[in-house]
């Protein structure tokens, strides 16, 4: 357990203006981690890309302020507060947001970080604050709760247990609980599927039709329509602008599985779409936040390391969700396991309350094994 200076040396919390602040917020996670076999170091560009209002696409319709707290001369915790203008426009509330908290354990730090986001969220007018949100619903969410022993897969989340007593230790009660569900390969669970996914297909409506990276552009257009019909009902939805379906499709394009991002199409038109990526965490600990020349020609030699995948997007127009297509989907995928000899697919998250896909995800073979919570406080 990392602990910070002596209980006596009083916390100063104070916003990120340097470069050397910036470098402070950025580097702090590797001496929490240090020794954990199971944190994921992430590539620090791309994460001061992601904070950086000059180049996320976030940044064009959210707002943010960078928290590092001290004891003394030594950083001892981080917070980012942020307003996100569409989410609040799109369900008409007034959401502060605080996430890439990351501290030692100092409960007085952790105190003074939230009261430090708190008051900034609260002087932007918001009249809750929830988190944590990195920095929204379509990108990294929630506190590991349950699964500590399993490492996170790409684009989730990780975090000491400790983190729990300091959040609630904060005055911040559950909102909302997330799953994921692990599916290790399985014959039998894959050859029942597969006979259902073929009564389904007897109505040749059905077809699977992978995206063309040559066409790219027009696939993030299909990409977007799908994204928003399929999960505008679901708790915390917010749409994505166009710049941040680009920026995603950087990523897919970057990493993806070509056989693994594809829709479902239903009389030749899009229905479903299914973003499928390789977990490549398993490299990103090998490259320690840097990739460069070195990085690359480490990540090409343990390719080879890359052995499962993550369910990012598994969505589908309301009107085709009861009809079997998520079986004709799956089916799909199970043949794309056994052909490339994937050894494990990790379908998440999914909110706890929704019991057809939670359901769904138990019936092709899935089983929960790792729970994320959301906190939530008013201002």
């Not at 598994?314 to 050894?343: C, T, W």
């Amino acid at each position: 357990m990392v602990t910070g200076l002596e209980p006596q040396t009083a916390i100063a919390v104070s916003p990120v203006k340097t470069a050397a602040e910036m470098d402070a917020f950025v580097d702090l996670p590797w001496r929490i981690y240090a020794g954990d076999k199971n944190w994921v170091p992430p590539l620090k560009n791309e994460f001061r890309r992601l904070l950086d209002p000059a180049r996320h696409p976030f940044w064009l319709h959210g707002r943010r302020e960078l928290f590092l707290a001290r004891r003394g001369n030594q950083v001892v915790g981080r917070i980012a507060a942020i307003v996100d203008d569409n989410y609040n426009r799109f369900h008409e509330e007034r959401m502060g947001i605080w996430g890439f908290f990351e501290c030692l354990d100092d409960p007085q730090a952790a105190a003074a970080l939230f009261a430090a986001a708190e008051n900034w969220c609260r002087a932007e007018g918001m009249t809750f604050i929830r988190g944590p949100l990195n920095p929204s619903t379509n990108y990294e969410i929630g506190l590991l709760l349950e699964g500590f022993e399993y490492p996170p897969t790409i684009m989730m989340t990780y975090n000491p247990r400790y983190y729990l007593d300091l959040v609630s230790g904060c005055g911040y009660v559950k909102e909302k609980d997330l799953l994921a569900f692990l599916i290790n390969w399985q014959s039998n669970v894959a050859t029942r599927v597969s006979k259902l996914a073929a009564r389904i297909k007897r109505n040749n409506h059905i077809t699977i039709r992978k995206a063309e990276r040559k066409k790219f552009d027009r696939e993030l257009s299909i990409v977007k329509k799908l994204y928003d019909s399929s999960l505008m009902r679901n708790w915390g939805f917010v749409p994505m602008t166009d710049a941040e379906i680009e920026d995603m499709g950087k990523l897919v394009a970057k990493i993806g599985d070509e056989d693994l991002v594809f829709f479902v199409n239903y009389n030749d038109e899009p229905v479903g779409l299914c973003i499928i990526l390789p977990d490549v965490n398993r490299l990103l600990m090998r490259l320690n936040g840097k990739l460069g020349l070195w990085g690359i020609l480490k990540a090409l030699w343990y390719r080879k390391e890359v052995t499962g995948i993550r369910g990012v997007m598994f969505g589908f127009l309301p009107e085709y969700q009861k009809i079997g297509l998520p079986l004709v989907a799956f089916d799909y995928v199970n043949e794309v396991l056994r052909r490339k000899n994937y050894q494990y697919f990790e379908l998440g998250w999914n909110l706890e309350d929704n019991e057809p896909i939670n359901q769904f995800d138990r019936e092709v073979g899935g089983t929960e094994y790792k729970k994320y919570r959301i906190y939530r406080k008013p201002l």
